[in-house]
């Protein structure tokens, strides 16, 4: 059985609606109510001129996105147990604003099978197509050495 199914250029979509709901229940979860997100008045005086949503809750999606990936490759059959290594050169080039609808395009760059690493750029663009955050998502194929053994 192959440890990873992932080639060079396969690509995997997510999309949502960033509401309300979703900043707030990002800000419970976390504890962050910076007044980035949860101030309007605060956030009038900004160049935003509105609450935006948090950039790692956009990091999130990017993960959403990461799970379908690794879904799709279970499905094909793999001995191993992906999980994420973390991500490298984030950056949030646009604000979120409640209502947008993020889209993220995850696509495998690298495949290192000796290592057993797939590097992926992640884009996310808003419902406009303005680039709103960029990064790369190292997962790593972790082999399944308990259920080798078993088998064995
Ligand atoms: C406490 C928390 O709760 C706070 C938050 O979560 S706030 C919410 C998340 N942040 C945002 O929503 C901010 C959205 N971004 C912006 O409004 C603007 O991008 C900015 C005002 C923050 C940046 O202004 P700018 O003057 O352009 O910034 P810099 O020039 O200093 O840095 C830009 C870096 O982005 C890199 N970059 C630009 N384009 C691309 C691209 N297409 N792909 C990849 N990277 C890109 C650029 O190289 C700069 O990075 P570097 O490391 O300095 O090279």
């Not at 996105?65 to 991500?87: C, F, H, K």
């Not at 808003?126 to 997962?139: D, T």
């Amino acid at each position: 059985m192959k440890s990873m199914h992932a080639e060079i250029g396969d690509a995997v979509r997510f999309s949502k609606t960033v509401g309300e709901a979703d900043v707030y229940l990002y800000a419970g979860i976390t504890g962050d109510f910076s007044g980035n997100h949860v101030n309007d008045e605060f956030m009038k005086k900004s160049i935003y001129g509105q609450r935006i949503a948090h950039g790692a809750l956009t990091i999130g999606f990017m993960s959403t996105a990461s799970t379908l990936m690794i879904e799709r490759s279970l499905s094909q059959g793999i001995d191993s147990t992906p999980v994420s290594l973390g991500y490298d050169r984030v950056r949030f080039l646009a604000p979120v604003f409640f209502g947008d609808t993020v889209n993220v395009t995850y696509t495998i760059k690298e495949v290192d099978e000796e290592r057993r690493r797939t590097r992926s750029q992640v884009e996310v663009h808003n419902q406009k197509g303005v680039l709103v955050a960029v990064g790369e998502h190292l997962l790593k194929w972790v082999k399944n050495e308990v259920a080798e053994t078993e088998a064995a």
